[in-house]
């Protein structure tokens, strides 16, 4: 029996891919003279071969069109530590960067200190879907800390999380 076609109603949707946990990451940027940043929890890896990871990112963002002008930026993926950095990124119209610890990629990208990991990467392609876009960029640099103990920051169902136990298949 086929499903009836309705419409999708917009918080039912954004409600069942609550359910989906992801990691959180904050995309940082640098252009005349000038940090730039947002929080994103869209990113994904794309390819090995070459390196490619692609974060998504609303079409109406104010932060984007200078990262794009940049052509480059920074995936600061962020630890169980840093709810307060992912809140401050998230916010329009605020100096994201105040108190913020950062120091320059090879790229020239500000990588957030207390970071779980970053990657460095030139912006590869752009693609419109809907009322985002998918970036992919290609990573140039990046760097694993030696932070073993270090969890990283999760969010689901609207609230942030962390990994409770976790074991190697």
């Not at 290609?138 to 689901?156: H, I, R």
Request: one cysteine or more; hydrophobic letters at 40%.
């Amino acid at each position: 029996m086929p499903f009836p076609s309705t419409a999708i109603e917009p918080m039912s949707f954004r409600e069942a891919l609550g359910h989906y946990a992801s990691g959180i990451t904050v995309i940082t940027s640098h252009i005349d003279g000038e940090p730039i940043g947002f929080t994103c929890q869209s990113f994904y890896s794309v390819s090995m071969s070459p390196p490619l990871v692609s974060f998504s990112v609303m079409s109406s963002s104010a932060s984007y069109p200078r990262i794009r002008q940049a052509g480059r930026f920074v995936v600061n993926i962020l630890s169980g530590e840093q709810v307060s950095i992912s809140n401050q990124f998230a916010r329009r119209g605020t100096d994201k960067w105040r108190g913020v610890q950062w120091q320059e990629s090879p790229l020239g990208n500000p990588i957030i200190a207390g970071s779980l990991h970053w990657l460095d990467c030139e912006i590869h392609a752009e693609h419109t879907a809907g009322d985002h876009l998918i970036v992919i960029g290609e990573v140039k640099a990046l760097n694993l800390q030696e932070a073993a103990a270090t969890q990283p920051l999760l969010y689901f169902k609207g609230q942030y999380c962390n990994i409770a136990a976790h074991s190697t298949v």
